[in-house]
Nanobody
């Protein structure tokens, strides 16, 4: 079984910073890509940033230059450093693990997994 657990959300004033972390646990061989998505009230979930196991990154235009995604492959952990936060960044942030290869007694499987979400609120 694979679990993703986020931490680091909270309330911050506009212009401030937060750092989100997401740790994947379980009998994991590898994770292809890890990413952060967000969903604001009344809106669809959207990609914020993603990073492959090789370190290639992808960002939403709205966060380029302000957010930085990184990962520690040995720890199966992904981070999102968020600077110059704006009220429009307010949302529930979800961690995603794509194409997670994991194993159990006599088997190995692949799957995509999500964390439970962490609230980020930016006040004006």
């Amino acid at each position: 079984q694979v679990q993703l657990v986020e931490s680091g959300g909270g309330l911050v004033q506009a212009g401030g910073s937060l750092r989100l972390s997401c740790a994947a646990s379980g009998s994991i061989f590898s994770i292809n890509a890890m990413g952060w998505y967000r969903q604001a009230p009344g809106k669809q979930r959207e990609l914020v940033a993603a990073i492959t196991s090789g370190g290639s990154t992808n960002y939403a235009d709205s966060v380029k230059g302000r957010f930085t995604i990184s990962r520690d492959n040995a720890k199966n952990t992904v981070y999102l450093q968020m600077n110059s936060l704006k009220p429009e960044d307010t949302a529930v942030y979800y961690c995603n693990g794509e194409n997670v290869l994991y194993y159990g007694p006599g088997y190995s499987r692949r799957g995509d997994y999500w964390g439970q979400g962490t609230q980020v609120t930016v006040s004006s």
